[in-house]
């Protein structure tokens, strides 16, 4: 079970955690789109999920074309995993791999990638753009009922403590 502290070190360690677009607040939505994505997705890995939403922008250099911002953050989960975290080596390098291509317009049939994908993907609304299905990996994603609710989920508050004692749920 991952601890809650883990998102402190997170933000203490991103490039920009205050930015509108791409900061914490992102993430947080991220994780709560997640939450809706994961109870649809039975061979979902739900702790991955958060873990994506944690990471995938925390190294971000700018809010425009950064495509090395992928590997980046994949690097500083590796770095992170043994001290702030516990990952098995074939589920850190499921985590990387969602992390790396995660802003590439790929979509994936594999659960774990495609709902981390999707749940970034959902909360597009935020950079003005409406989410495409034909960029969404899962079903549930899809379903234009949950494309037009995520278009509230950057705007609402959320607590680390709160999303990840809900992953705790589903995981």
């Known amino acids: 079970m991952l601890d809650p502290a883990l998102a402190t070190e997170v933000v203490a360690a991103s490039s920009r955690p205050h930015s509108y677009h791409h900061g914490e607040q992102h993430w947080k939505a991220v994780a709560w789109t997640g939450l809706q994505l994961v109870p649809h997705a039975p061979t979902c890995d739900a702790e991955l999920v958060l873990l994506f939403a944690l990471f995938h922008d925390s190294r971000r250099f700018n809010e425009g074309r950064d495509p090395e911002h992928?590997?980046?953050?994949?690097?500083?989960?590796?770095?992170?995993?043994?001290?702030?975290?516990?990952?098995?080596?074939?589920?850190?390098?499921?985590?990387?791999?969602?992390?790396?291509?995660?802003?590439?317009?790929?979509?994936?049939?594999?659960?774990?990638?495609?709902?981390?994908?999707?749940?970034?993907?959902?909360?597009?609304?935020?950079?003005?753009?409406?989410?495409?299905?034909?960029?969404?990996?899962?079903?549930?994603?899809?379903?234009?009922?949950?494309?037009?609710?995520?278009?509230?989920?950057?705007?609402r508050s959320y607590s680390w403590h709160d999303l990840f004692a809900a992953y705790a749920q589903v995981g």
């Open 70 to 155: 992928g590997p980046r953050a994949a690097e500083l989960a590796r770095s992170m995993r043994g001290t702030a975290f516990e990952l098995e080596d074939e589920r850190l390098e499921l985590l990387a791999d969602a992390c790396t291509r995660h802003d590439r317009g790929e979509v994936s049939d594999e659960s774990t990638i495609g709902t981390c994908w999707d749940s970034d993907r959902l909360n597009l609304w935020r950079v003005g753009t409406t989410p495409n299905p034909r960029f969404l990996s899962t079903q549930p994603a899809k379903s234009p009922e949950l494309i037009r609710e995520a278009a509230s989920f950057h705007q």
